[in-house]
Structures are given as structure tokens and as C-alpha cells.
């Protein structure tokens, strides 16, 4: 399992963080409607090198794409935009959750790293906020999810998030999973560096 995949609803700047990560440079970047890999190497160490998947975030597609490479994924980034959070976050618990409860993702429990991007923005939301919220509205997910009928088959439910009679939080998972603030722009924007520093050296760890 040597694939990193970038997961996230639209707009929140995958592929910007995809394109910044091997080239460190500034793209414009429009909607994915496919995948992009490609070899993603460590600096320091040339032989080190992990398959970097940048995935769509349209709702239409991110499912059929995290179906065909969940079983290769070494590790997850879910990419929040960090400005647009308070208005998106039902879509992203939403998103993470169908992740989270997948049964092969479960069973792999890749290491999941919440990438909380666009913080060179004033609006943006700190990670400790956006993984607060996350929690809380993971737990009411989770709590409507375990409520609904299901169906006469029970074996091919989908698992159940975190522990039982506790409130979620992200330390219930198989796996490890971390918070980091980036930018893909950078805080001068387009010229400017990116700030990828939290997630390049999360990705020499999993590497």
C-alpha cells in the first residue's frame, strides 16, 4: 500500500496541495472530475517515494473514486477549506464519515491526517476548532445513522464509528489520525511559498 489520498469536497484545494507538493509551485487549478497521481519523493531520502492520488471532491464522483483506491491508500489527507468550514461542515462530516465507516478502510486503517487548508485567509478556522466540530457533528451523524432501519441484512451494515454509548471523538478510531493548518497559496498568495511544512512532515512519517 504505497498511495497517499488527497480526499475533500470541492474547493477545498486538493489539487492546488497536489500540485504544490510535487512542484512547489502555484497553478491554477480548476474541478477535478478524474484522478491525478503521480510519484510523490521525501527530499531527504530519493528512494523513499509514495504514489500521491489527488481524488475528485464532486459528490457525484468522490465515492466511485474512493472505491477504486481505498485499498491501496497508505494514508488518507482530508482536505477541509478551513474559511468556508462553518458553512460546509455538515458536507464534510458527511464525506468523512462514509469514509471513516468503510469497511476497508477499516480494516487497513491507514494513518488520516486532516489537512485544515487556505489558512493564510483572516476567516480561517483553527484546526482545534475545526476538529471540535468535527467530533460533535460526527457523533450526531453517527447517532441518526445507528437509528435508521436497516435492512434485512445485517451482516453488510456499515460498522459502527467510535465507542459505543461515548461521544465520538477522533482517539475511537484504528487509526492515527492528526490535525495540521496549511496553506496551498501561501500568505502572499499566488508568488508566495505555500506553508505545507505541518503535512510534508506528516508525509515523511508515513512514508
Same mark, same amino acid.
Given at each position: 500500500r504505497k498511495a497517499v489520498l488527497l480526499l475533500g469536497l470541492c474547493d477545498a484545494g486538493k489539487t492546488l496541495l497536489f500540485a504544490r507538493l510535487l512542484s512547489?509551485? #502555484?497553478? +491554477? @487549478? $480548476? @474541478? =477535478?472530475? @478524474? +484522478?491525478? =497521481?503521480? @510519484? #510523490?519523493?521525501?527530499?531527504? +531520502?530519493k528512494s523513499t517515494n509514495v504514489t500521491l492520488i489527488d481524488l475528485p471532491g464532486h459528490e457525484s464522483l468522490r465515492l466511485q473514486f474512493l472505491e477504486r483506491f481505498k485499498a491501496a491508500a497508505r494514508a488518507i489527507v482530508f482536505v477541509v477549506d478551513s474559511v468556508a468550514f462553518q458553512r460546509e461542515v455538515k458536507d464534510v462530516a458527511e464525506f468523512l464519515y462514509q469514509v471513516l465507516v468503510d469497511g476497508t478502510v477499516l480494516r487497513n486503517a491507514p494513518a488520516l491526517l486532516i489537512a485544515c487548508n487556505k489558512q493564510d485567509v483572516t476567516m480561517a478556522k483553527s484546526a482545534k476548532l475545526i476538529q471540535q $466540530? /468535527? *467530533?460533535? *457533528? /460526527?457523533?450526531? /451523524?453517527r447517532v441518526t445513522r445507528s437509528a435508521a432501519p436497516t435492512t434485512l441484512d445485517t451482516s453488510g451494515g456499515p460498522a459502527q464509528l467510535g465507542k459505543k454509548g461515548k461521544d465520538f471523538d477522533f482517539s475511537q478510531l484504528p487509526m492515527k489520525v492528526e490535525f495540521v493548518e496549511c496553506s496551498a497559496r501561501g500568505s502572499k498568495g499566488e508568488e508566495g511559498e505555500a506553508d505545507l511544512e505541518g503535512l510534508e512532515r506528516w508525509l515523511a512519517k508515513v512514508a
Amino acid at each position: 500500500r504505497k498511495a497517499v489520498l488527497l480526499l475533500g469536497l470541492c474547493d477545498a484545494g486538493k489539487t492546488l496541495l497536489f500540485a504544490r507538493l510535487l512542484s512547489g509551485r #502555484y497553478r +491554477d @487549478t $480548476q @474541478t =477535478s472530475i @478524474t +484522478d491525478s =497521481s503521480a @510519484t #510523490y519523493r521525501l527530499n531527504r +531520502d530519493k528512494s523513499t517515494n509514495v504514489t500521491l492520488i489527488d481524488l475528485p471532491g464532486h459528490e457525484s464522483l468522490r465515492l466511485q473514486f474512493l472505491e477504486r483506491f481505498k485499498a491501496a491508500a497508505r494514508a488518507i489527507v482530508f482536505v477541509v477549506d478551513s474559511v468556508a468550514f462553518q458553512r460546509e461542515v455538515k458536507d464534510v462530516a458527511e464525506f468523512l464519515y462514509q469514509v471513516l465507516v468503510d469497511g476497508t478502510v477499516l480494516r487497513n486503517a491507514p494513518a488520516l491526517l486532516i489537512a485544515c487548508n487556505k489558512q493564510d485567509v483572516t476567516m480561517a478556522k483553527s484546526a482545534k476548532l475545526i476538529q471540535q $466540530q /468535527l *467530533e460533535k *457533528e /460526527l457523533n450526531t /451523524l453517527r447517532v441518526t445513522r445507528s437509528a435508521a432501519p436497516t435492512t434485512l441484512d445485517t451482516s453488510g451494515g456499515p460498522a459502527q464509528l467510535g465507542k459505543k454509548g461515548k461521544d465520538f471523538d477522533f482517539s475511537q478510531l484504528p487509526m492515527k489520525v492528526e490535525f495540521v493548518e496549511c496553506s496551498a497559496r501561501g500568505s502572499k498568495g499566488e508568488e508566495g511559498e505555500a506553508d505545507l511544512e505541518g503535512l510534508e512532515r506528516w508525509l515523511a512519517k508515513v512514508a
